[in-house]
């Protein structure tokens, strides 16, 4: 379909619908879709600005409004627009004021102000729409400039609290929407989704985030997944949107594009923080241009413009054109405030200079003798009473004092109108500005360049020319000629070089610390400083580093001393650097260890020898029994100084076990080459170092861990006997008894129903079976189905473990296949989906077959094929079901402890408890219930005895034997069948032992391989 046709068929449709709904204004905005450009009205608009303190996001609202400044008397109105509502304005929104009759266009949103000026389309331009079926072209009509922009919405500073609670704010939300999108009851997320959106954010406080509203499961079906707390209410759409505004994240993206440019500029993050309130003035005096010019600082400029905080500066370095067609928004106090940087003083003119300048001792007819001087007429003068007078004295004083003129300077008063005056020539500037900006940007004059590249331009076509005539005259080719044109600007280059290193200091190495300096256009900003120092290690070895500087004073200070001061003073200046001393401390603290560490090794070798000393009474000590292992002697042991064997030569040497710190020191020097320039680099304060230096240290360390004894003081290992005979013992190991706890079988098979369901959940086109039905949607569903079932419904079941068996598993899954022929019809699409959910489901079942009916005997022993194990079952369900459940029969749950009945056990030859009776069941003792009821009547007999018939404990043995016959009349039936196939395997086992035990040859009954 052509394009014209589209658009002019969305115009009708729209057309009709805004007359069905009555009339008036609507807005058609209300999917993604509906922003295309192939249908509606496109204008252009060219922002004014390269970077504008605040920009919209796509699919962002932005009205145009005609704001109309009436004249005075009788107005014609405003002129029409083919855009935009009229707005009659007396103040005016923009820092200028409009004048009678002007009309003035705008764009106006949540973020900003800008005036706007209709230009007309050129007729090259056109506009190219692509889609995933082809290409449009389609005719524009109108562009806009946009002006300078006024800010209504303030962008947030670096690590500011608005922009910290922003990012929070907006963080939170995300979870929000994540648990909404979560198809799955109860509601989970997965951290790995959120640190994919928000990858700067540490896990940390992702996490803080997570805890308010959900839980981290360790295990379960919900293993690793943040699930929605029960007791939490998840915001709804409108309080999520009122967390977090279009207009915030616009601001933040406004700060973060803006810090980033600075950042490429070289600032550091600690130059463009937001200052705090009360030293705000103080510190616009002293940050950068650059970072002065940022959104957080021209937004809350203009915005306390506004209010009428302060002022602007209106012309400087904030002003986006450069050159003074724009506003800067910087502020400035409201007070005038005297220039600093004025080189002399005004003097004070002395306006009132004793007793005779004051106006109150001024006479009347002294007074209007001077307004007369003033060239006042006489009618008015008499017309004035006496303090007018003396008002009109005062203003005409000043006047001609300001102006340099005037005999009666003394009259004047000068400084009490500074501040209106002040005010008054702002407003005049920004109108001034106002005015400037409206001409040039609704200009329709056409602006050429050719005069800036003419130059340029001339340039080369007079070395084409010289190149041709060259060609004409040598008869040489162009790559000959080009040739010829790098060979010269290769010697150029070369000579440039050569100028630059003897402007330099004549010796660029010395052996301390020697430098030789690369720097490329000094004078631009983001230039960089290498400095190459070369230092000498212990064995006079040199080798060179690389320290990098970025910072432009340290640059310029460097290259000045460089270049203008001698290798001496270099030296003696680098004494007084910090660093250097630090260097020198390292230095003096290393020998000062070294000397310590020739010293302590002196000792030891003087300790090897025997010292000479004079002998030394032997104090008396109390006699202990301890006998040395060297001399034998009784009262020391042989590591006493007092045995005199302690100082013998030929005691076995110390072996060293460990590195020493010279073998450390040694094996350094092999290890790390000092001569590799990449080990270590300076950068600013930052020390990079190179991955050889950090794989180099840890070699050296895990070496010194390294412990190696001697093999003569390790103890002797106890070799084994090698056998003569061949043993197979490894084959015969101790059996481990292992503890492992078994694994519900309900909680397995529901793991299989569930796998089930997402593969149903899977088939495409079943999302109409996903959730209930909404009774909102489909108003008559449930009068129709009386029993309705889901896939939800049916995963929520079987979490709840409701389905011990695949049959009432499937009886529900048929349920949905059945309410869907009955409301929809048997040939209904949505029938033949669940009718394919079915079929997958008994396909699942049937691979799983083997596995689901161990698993549902495990749950349900009455299906197993053993009728012993479903006769044991049914009265160990009647145990602990029924008999224990009587009230106050805890006595007979448990055998009687001796301890606290000692005499229980003389008196009760046959003691009998409910405990015992359910071993006995396991054991699978009872085939009958006669012998059941044995054990249950014993319990009441033991009873009786001990306790009487009329105790209370009787009472409760007599409810419990009660309710076991009341139970077991109730399956009674089916306990006779159970017993009556006890009972007859048992008799076909007791024949076939007999059969086997006459005739051992007699074939068994013939069982297929």
Known sequence: QPL????????????????????????????????????????LAEYSEENG?????????????????????????????????????????????????QLLQAFENNLFRAPIYLHKMPETDFLIIRTRQGYYIRELVDIFVVGQQCPLFEVPGPNSKRANTHIRDFLQVFIYRLFWKSKDRPRRIRMEDIKKAFPSHSESSIRKRLKLCADFKRTGMDSNWWVLKSDFRLPTEEEIRAMVSPEQCCAYYSMIAAEQRLKDAGYGEKSFFAPEEENEEDFQMKIDDEVRTAPWNTTRAFIAAMKGKCLLEVTGVADPTGCGEGFSYVKIPNKPTQQKDDKEPQPVKKTVTGTDADLRRLSLKNAKQLLRKFGVPEEEIKKLSRWEVIDVVRTMSTEQARSGEGPMSKFARGSRFSVAEHQERYKEECQRIFDLQNKVLSSTEVLSTDTDSSSAEDSDFEEMGKNIENMLQNKKTSSQLSREREEQERKELQRMLLAAGSAAS???????????????????????????????????????????????????????????????????????????????????????????????????????????????????????????????????????????????????????????????????KTVIHNDNEELIKVEGTKIVLGKQLIESADEVRRKSLVLKFPKQQLPPKKKRRVGTTVHCDYLNRPHKSIHRRRTDPMVTLSSILESIINDMRDLPNTYPFHTPVNAKVVKDYYK??????????????????????????????????????????????????????????????????????????????????????????????????????????????????????????????????????????????????????????????????????????????????????????????????????????????????????????????????
């Open 4 to 43: 014209l046709k589209h658009i002019k068929k969305k115009a009708k449709m729209r057309e009709q619908e805004r007359q069905a709904s009555g009339g008036g204004e609507m807005f058609f905005m209300r999917t993604p879709q509906d922003l295309t450009g192939k249908d509606g009205d496109l204008i």
């Open 53 to 101: 303190p605040l920009m919209m996001q796509v699919g962002m609202a932005t009205k145009i409004k005609n704001y109309y400044k009436r004249k005075p008397g009788k107005d014609p109105g405003a002129p029409d627009c083919k855009y935009g509502e009229t707005v009659y304005c007396h103040t005016s929104p923009f820092l200028g004021s409009l004048h009678p009759g």
């Open 506 to 668: 004549g010796n660029n190495h010395r052996d301390d610390d020697t430098a030789s300096v690369t720097s490329l256009n000094s004078s631009a900003t983001g230039r960089c400083l290498k400095i190459y120092r070369t230092f000498r290690d212990e064995e006079g070895k040199e080798y060179v580093r690389c320290e990098t500087v970025r910072k432009p004073a340290v640059i310029d200070a460097y290259v000045r001393i460089r270049t203008t001061k001698d290798e001496e003073f270099i030296r003696k200046f680098a004494l007084f650097d910090e660093q250097h001393r630090e260097e020198m401390r390292k230095e003096r603290r290393r020998i000062q260890e070294q000397l310590r560490r020739l010293k302590r090794n002196q000792e030891k070798e003087k300790l090897k020898g025997p010292p000479e000393k004079k002998p030394k009474k032997m104090k008396e000590r109390p006699d202990l029994k301890l006998k040395c292992g060297a001399c034998g002697a009784i009262g020391h042991m042989r590591t006493n100084k007092f045995c005199p064997l302690y100082y013998q030569t030929n005691a076995p040497p110390s072996n060293p076990v460990a590195m020493t710190e010279e073998q450390e020191e040694e094996l350094e």
């Open 784 to 1009: 129709i189905i009386t029993r309705p079932m889901d896939l939800q419904t049916l995963r929520e079941n079987v979490r709840k473990r409701l389905y011990p068996s695949r049959e009432e598993f499937r009886e529900h899954l048929e349920l949905i296949v059945k309410n869907s022929a009955t409301y929809n019809g048997p040939k209904h699409s949505l029938t033949q989906i669940s009718q394919s959910m079915l079929d997958l489901c008994d396909e699942k079942l049937k691979e799983k077959e083997d596995k689901l009916a161990r698993l549902e005997k495990a749950i349900n022993p009455l299906l197993d094929d053993d009728d012993q194990v479903a006769f044991s079952f049914i009265l160990d369900n009647i145990v602990t079901q029924k008999m224990m459940a009587v009230p106050d029969s805890w006595p007979f749950h448990h055998p009687v402890n001796k301890k606290f009945v000692p005499d229980y056990y003389k008196v009760i030859v046959s003691p009998m408890d409910l405990e015992t009776i359910r071993k006995n069941i396991s054991k699978h003792k009872y085939q009958s219930r006669e012998s059941f009821l044995d054990d249950v009547n014993l319990i009441l007999a033991n009873s009786v005895k001990y306790n009487g018939p009329e105790s209370q404990y009787t009472k409760t043995a007599q409810e419990i034997v009660n309710v076991c016959y009341q139970t077991l009349t109730e399956y009674d039936e089916h306990l006779t069948q159970l017993e009556k196939d006890i009972c007859t395997a048992k008799e076909a086992a007791l024949e076939e032992a007999e059969l086997e035990s006459l005739d051992p040859m007699t074939p068994g009954p013939y069982t297929p391989q």
